[in-house]
């Protein structure tokens, strides 16, 4: 089991940046993968940013070049600093972690934390 606690979400304006955090209950070093999704209403689930055991980052097309998303060991946090901020990034964003169970995953999700951006 993998608990998930994600905060930083909060309402911005267009051009504007923010920082959520996602805290997991245990070392990285038994997760395979940790990552960002986000839901808008309406829309599926779509990946922001993930980052695996190598600490190498993917990024969504749409996030490229304005996501960065970072990771602390000792406190078992992952980052996503998002800048330059759109309303079509409006969504529930979601951190994800990915164990490895037999020949297959396990996806652990956090609660979702709502971010808002608008004029």
């Known amino acids: 089991q993998v608990q998930l606690v994600e905060s930083g979400g909060g309402l911005v304006q267009p051009g504007e940046s923010l920082k959520l955090s996602c805290a997991a209950s245990?070392?990285?070093?038994?997760?395979?993968?940790m990552g960002w999704y986000r839901q808008a209403p309406g829309k599926q689930r779509e990946l922001v940013a993930t980052?695996?055991?190598?600490?190498?980052?993917n990024y969504g097309d749409s996030v490229k070049g304005r996501f960065i998303m970072s990771l602390d060991i000792a406190k078992n946090t992952v980052y996503l600093q998002m800048n330059s901020l759109k309303p079509e990034d409006t969504a529930v964003y979601y951190c994800?972690?990915?164990?490895?169970?037999?020949?297959?995953?396990?996806?652990?999700w956090g609660q979702g934390t709502q971010v808002t951006v608008s004029s």
């Open positions: 994800n972690a990915r164990t490895v169970s037999g020949s297959g995953f396990l996806d652990y």
């Open positions: 245990r070392s990285f070093s038994s997760i395979n993968s």
């Open positions: 980052m695996n055991s190598a600490v190498l980052a």
